[in-house]
């Protein structure tokens, strides 16, 4: 069976796709999910019908159908085929037309031309000019083939590297940037883009800049639901450029970090309306958040090198004063705070946020006022964008009622918390906060509830393996191991 798309052939049974100028050999699945689609033209596929009907033979993560669909949408070239529908699936939008099989056979017929001096030299008049006809055809063949190859530049997408710690986003480090290469191609199909799980960084003369990419894009992508931080480094032989992106979700991230890295390759002005608030393009403020959970020295030196340029940045005030209050150092994170929160600019999710951490300040010493800066918090928090910042403030509300030993104020705000966190899917900080509630049933005597509390957090932390929990898991169990059997 042979089909027309556009300029390009589809020879099933070969496998492959074709065109007057250029031939690809299509893999099994990827030619099983291109005829699947076809056979849908104009419909959304979702990517579980297409993983029940090509992939039904195996089991593998949505990661196989971000490569066969970069693989057709490399083949097809500039031509679109497919559109992506976020959180819907992809739909085929060409125009297909079969092609009947050609069985005719055509015959080649030889033309004797006679030996004759007049007819010899007309053929040593005409070769020369055959030979000037071809070459400058070739000429023309090359160039058009370099000047193609400068206006479509190359990126490099290298390895993603993943520190989430739940085995629900794992993928992220397997295909993450196949489907950082099918947005991509998606947004940009002039775009050539090379991405692969194998690719390494590579340093020195081994570097993929040294071979045929005009540009390599690094991301290592931290934190967890409603605060992922997705820092780039989108590097050429002339250029670097380097941030973080802000966002929910990794469905929101992975687009504005394509957005971003585009504006860059095609030195567009990246302003600040532009970028907007959930972007941040600076180096010291990138190796900060790199640094932020593991290395507050450095995270603390590169966030105060940043504000010396940039010293109105809400989010670099945000960090810096919490590593300033893990640090212990509460007067400079007190004045950092209250001078931002005069700011008349401020919006409500970062009023919010700043007073979460002048509570922080507050929390031991001063808890009457704690209690005061998280009621404002609150009341700022309605939205459900803020719903994070919401169940953070409810928490630290009751971890303070916790510690005044008020049990009953304590546990009805962390059932609060506990809702918003429910509501943003946060499974990290569900399994966190049931260790509490665990604990807090244990002081009352009421060893029913606290042996659901603690399963819930075990079964959690178990099932999306959240290893930095483990340790206090096994603490938790260890000094109630009685109550708890």
Sequence with gaps: ???????????????TLSSASESHAIRPKTLALLLFMIERQGQIVSKEQLLSHIWDDVTVNEGVIFQSI??????????VVIQNHPRKGYQWVAEVLPIADETAQHKTET??????????????????????LALTLLCGLLWLSITSKNSRPEVVILPLQNYVDRNDLSWLATHGAIKIADIFSNVSPNTSVIASPELTHQTGENNVLNTTANWQLSTSVYGDVYDYKVVYSLISKQQQYAGVIFAHSIDQAMPLLVDVALMDINQASPDATTLGANVIQNTAFAKAMVAYETDWETAIRELEYYRLNYPDSVKAIQYLSRLYIWQGDLD???????????????????????????????????????????????ALSEQPANWLTRA???????????????????????????????????PVKTASLQLKLAALYIGNQQLDMAKISFQKAKTAIQLHEMSFLYATLLEFEMRHNVLLD
């Design 111 to 132: 033309v004797i031309v006679p030996n004759t001096p007049s007819v010899a030299n007309s053929l040593k008049r005409i070769q020369p000019n055959r030979w000037l």
């Design 70 to 79: 970069r693989e057709i949408r490399q083949m097809f070239a500039e031509l």
């Design 332 to 378: 400079r994170a007190l004045k950092c705070i209250n001078t931002t929160l005069l700011n008349p600019r401020l919006n409500t999710d970062d009023q919010s946020e700043l007073l979460f951490n002048l509570a922080l300040v507050y929390q031991y010493q001063h808890p009457v006022q704690a209690l005061e800066n998280i009621q404002k918090g609150i």
């Design 392 to 426: 953070k403030l409810e928490e630290l509300r009751a971890d303070i009622y916790y510690q005044q030993n008020h049990m009953v104020e304590a546990l009805r705000g962390y059932l609060k918390a506990q809702s918003f966190y429910d509501q943003i899917k946060s």
């Design 1 to 15: 069976m042979n089909l027309q798309i556009d300029r390009f052939r589809l020879d099933v049974n070969s496998r």
